[in-house]
């Protein structure tokens, strides 16, 4: 197995700044990796286990961390979709040079015309719209569409915000793995986020 933590040590998370700007302003509108560290690092460290060749994130607003796992990785496949806040925000947005992107909403039927067209996908990460109904769609138009595993962002969250991704993630049935670990980068020991992968097997 590489040493992820070792890897990822130049990558920014949502660390102790992104916590503060939260806290104000309610939303993390930072650029970078909105994510635990430590959940990423396992999340690299199931990829390799598991032989992740082709990558689609749901919700990549600016990128961070859909570049930065194709930069461990070298998927053969890479894709994001994002209605495109970042851009909003004044924030560049930066894909890797491959990625296959949508930019619009991944619940429309466009969207599902275009996920079917990019065929099989290994690992699909919803981190997108974080509301109940939201994630349940994104879940069944990737569940229909060709996949081996379907991630879902914030199955342990502490926010009101997470109540959807905790319902859905109970709600499933079949193969669920957690990724559920301590968000050490803003000094707690709970976790704040969690990452739920889910397979039909
Ligand atoms: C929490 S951020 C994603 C963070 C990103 N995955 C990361 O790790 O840095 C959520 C993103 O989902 C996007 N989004 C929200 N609803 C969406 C929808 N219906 N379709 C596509 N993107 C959406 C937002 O624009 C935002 O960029």
Redesign the pocket.
Same mark, same amino acid.
Do not use: F, P, V
């Given at each position: 197995m590489r040493d992820y933590r070792k890897l990822l040590e130049l990558a920014r998370f949502w660390d102790k700044d992104t916590e503060r700007f939260f806290q104000e302003n309610g939303r993390p509108i930072v650029d970078r990796?909105?994510?635990n560290r430590e959940e990423i690092i396992a999340l690299c460290e199931f990829i390799e286990e598991h032989d992740i060749r082709s990558y689609l994130? #749901? &919700? @990549?607003?600016?990128g961070?961390?859909v570049s930065t796992l194709h930069e461990v990785f070298n998927f053969d496949l890479v894709a994001a979709?994002? #209605? &495109? @806040?970042?851009k909003q925000f004044d924030f560049d947005v930066s894909l890797p040079s491959s990625a296959l992107y949508f930019e619009g909403?991944?619940?429309s039927p466009i969207f599902e015309n275009w996920r079917y067209k990019l065929g099989q996908i290994d690992l699909v990460l919803i981190?997108?719209?974080h509301s109940y109904d939201?994630i349940k769609k994104d879940f069944e138009t990737n569940a229909r569409a060709p996949h081996r595993f379907i991630a879902i962002?914030g199955i342990a969250g502490t926010t009101r915000s997470s109540d959807g991704a905790k319902r859905i993630w109970s709600e499933l049935l079949g193969t669920k793995i957690e990724i559920v670990l301590p968000h050490l980068e803003i000094e707690s020991t709970e976790p704040t986020m969690g990452i739920g992968i889910w397979s039909d097997g």
């Open positions: 990796a909105l994510q994130e #749901i &919700g @990549s607003w600016t961070r961390l979709c994002d #209605i &495109g @806040s970042a909403n991944s619940h981190d997108s719209d939201g962002q």
